[in-house]
C-alpha cells in the first residue's frame, strides 16, 4: 500500500437541526475526496449523534467538527461549550453507546470550555479518489449517426475499363446540382 499524504479537516458550526444533515454530507463529501468513502456511512452517524445531543442538550449551541487522517486511521472529534453530557447518553440507546458500536475507538476529554468526544476508524486501503464523474452513456440522439451531407459538386468520375456510362432518363451526371 502505498503511504497516504495526511489530511485535516475543521468545521466551526452553529448546530440546528436542518445543518445536522448538512453537516454529514460535508464530512461525506470530504471523505470521499480523501479515497475514504466507505467511512462516509459510519463516520456521518456517529457525527450526526453528537450534533443532535449537542442539539437537544445544549444551552450553547456552537460546536466544532473536525477530522485528521494519517493513512491509517481517521479521528474524528466534536467539541462544544457544554462541560458535561447527560447521564442517558450513556445508557444502552445513548449516543456514546452507538458510537462505541460504530467505532474502533473513542473517548472524551475536557476541554478549556466545554468537552470534546472523539471516535476512530482504521482503513487497511483506503478507495482510490475518483476526481471525475464517469462519464455517462451516449444518448440515443448522440449514438445514431446523423446522414452525411451530399456533397455540392458530384464529379463525374469514369474509369477507362468500366465501359460507357448508361444514362437514366431521370438524373443527369453531367448536370451540376441546383441549389
Known amino acids: 500500500m502505498k503511504s497516504a499524504i495526511p489530511c485535516y479537516y475543521h468545521l466551526d458550526v452553529e448546530v440546528s437541526p436542518e445543518k445536522i444533515e448538512q453537516i454529514r454530507r460535508i464530512l461525506a463529501a470530504h471523505l470521499r475526496h480523501w479515497g475514504l468513502g466507505v467511512l462516509a456511512e459510519p463516520v456521518g452517524h456517529c457525527s450526526g449523534v453528537l450534533l443532535h445531543a449537542i442539539e437537544e442538550h445544549g444551552a450553547d449551541k456552537?460546536?466544532?467538527?473536525?477530522?485528521?487522517?494519517?493513512?491509517?486511521?481517521?479521528?474524528?472529534?466534536?467539541?462544544?461549550?457544554?462541560?458535561?453530557?447527560?447521564?442517558?447518553?450513556?445508557?444502552?440507546q445513548g449516543c456514546l453507546t452507538q458510537i462505541a458500536a460504530l467505532s474502533d475507538g473513542w473517548g472524551s476529554c475536557p476541554a478549556t470550555n466545554g468537552k470534546i468526544i472523539w471516535f476512530s476508524r482504521r482503513v487497511r486501503s483506503p478507495e482510490p479518489a475518483r476526481l471525475?464523474?464517469?462519464?455517462?452513456?451516449?444518448?440515443?440522439r448522440e449514438a445514431l449517426e446523423a446522414p452525411r451531407e451530399a456533397p455540392r459538386e458530384v464529379?463525374?468520375?469514369?474509369?477507362?475499363?468500366?465501359?460507357?456510362?448508361?444514362?437514366?432518363?431521370?438524373?443527369?451526371?453531367t448536370a451540376a446540382p441546383s441549389v
Open 62 to 92: 456552537r460546536a466544532v467538527v473536525e477530522m485528521w487522517w494519517n493513512g491509517q486511521h481517521l479521528i474524528t472529534a466534536v467539541s462544544d461549550n457544554n462541560p458535561d453530557l447527560p447521564q442517558r447518553h450513556y445508557g444502552p
Open 132 to 140: 471525475a464523474p464517469a462519464t455517462p452513456a451516449p444518448s440515443l
Open 155 to 173: 464529379p463525374v468520375l469514369v474509369p477507362a475499363l468500366a465501359g460507357p456510362v448508361e444514362e437514366h432518363p431521370l438524373v443527369d451526371a
